[in-house]
């Protein structure tokens, strides 16, 4: 069974730091990221990892957010600083993995709310 399991999420202050980790199990995913939701607005990719390593970032994150993955690939990581009221939103570890297509799976979500 696979499972996604996020921590980390909270309250802070504009400009503060947070970080969040995704615990994975089930299956090794061929990529990995952090998409968020804010009240009234479409969920958003934020990060993604590949396999490779290869890394993408939504422009408004961009020098802010760092995506990593531990070595054994079961572990998702988010560092955000510097944030900024507009980053508050709940935020969902995806995985994917590729069967010819994309199939996805989702974490819970967990609260980030950053206060002006």
């Known amino acids: 069974q696979v499972h996604l399991v996020e921590s980390g999420g909270g309250l802070v202050q504009t400009g503060g730091s947070l970080g969040l980790s995704c615990a994975a199990s089930?299956?090794?995913?061929?990529?990995m990221g952090w998409y968020r939701q804010a009240p009234g607005k479409q969920r958003e990719l934020v990060a993604r990892?590949?396999?490779?390593?290869?890394?993408v970032y939504t422009a408004s994150v961009k020098g802010r957010f760092t995506i990593s993955r531990d070595n054994a690939k079961t572990t998702l990581y988010l560092q955000m600083n510097d944030l900024k009221p507009e980053d508050t939103a709940v935020y969902y570890c995806?995985?994917?993995?590729?069967?010819?297509?994309?199939?996805?799976?989702w974490g819970q979500g967990t609260q980030v709310t950053v206060s002006s």
């Open positions: 990892i590949t396999s490779t390593n290869s890394v």
């Open positions: 995806n995985g994917g993995q590729f069967r010819g297509s994309w199939i996805d799976y």
């Open positions: 089930g299956i090794i995913f061929d990529r």
